[in-house]
């Protein structure tokens, strides 16, 4: 395990940043994480230096554990730059397109495994995320070549201000009982809404 932080550690950086974004002190969006610290935690137990992180627009929790310093992960969220933190030294990225950084982890873990390589790669996706057709394809080529990659399915049954399943007609993720070593699944509830920190900003 890279890290030693708790969850009271994670919870304590984004009550921060959720302060500095109401206080008006960040001048973009911030996506933030909230109920999942443990199971985050769980994940990256298995997950080493070499391995890389691969987010979408909310990863300041993944950044912490992949063992950024807090306040470099912190000076970045400051700068605006919150939904597309990007640690190529610590061999972590995320993208704020939707589905965007799935085709790339794809591509790292292809590359990893024809060079025959050790190490593996982690890509973390939300629940609507989930259900894109590029999660699909990707998820599928990853199981039929066996290449060394997990997708960790983060379901908070939100996306924007839009229920998931709702949209969908459906009852659960498409990856609830996934039976696949290269798909992870947890459902969690956050008690910051989808974007922001419950109060209204303006830039």
């Not at 498409?174 to 974007?195: I, T």
């Amino acid at each position: 395990m890279i890290s030693s932080l708790t969850p009271a550690d994670l919870c304590r950086f984004e009550q921060k940043v959720a302060e500095a974004f109401n206080n008006g002190e960040i001048k973009a969006p911030v996506h933030l994480y909230s109920g999942n610290e443990q199971a985050l935690i769980d994940v990256f137990y298995n997950i080493n230096v070499d391995d890389w992180v691969l987010c979408s627009w909310r990863s300041h929790y993944q950044c912490l554990l992949k063992g950024v310093p807090e306040e470099k992960v912190f000076a970045e969220v400051m700068a605006g730059r919150s939904i597309s933190l990007c640690f190529p030294e610590y061999r972590i990225f995320s993208s704020a397109i939707a589905g965007g950084i799935l085709p790339i982890a794809t591509g790292i873990a292809m590359a990893i495994n024809r060079k025959g390589g050790t190490n593996r790669v982690y890509c973390f996706v939300g629940d609507m995320t989930a259900e894109m057709g590029i999660t699909h394809e990707c998820v599928k080529y990853s199981e039929n070549h066996n290449l060394p990659i997990s997708f960790i399915v983060e379901d908070n049954g939100m996306s924007v201000c839009t229920d998931t399943f709702m949209t969908w007609g459906m009852k659960a993720s498409s990856y609830k009982d996934h039976d696949s070593p290269n798909v992870m699944y947890y459902r969690y509830r956050s008690r910051y809404p989808h974007a922001g920190a419950g109060k209204r900003v303006e830039f």
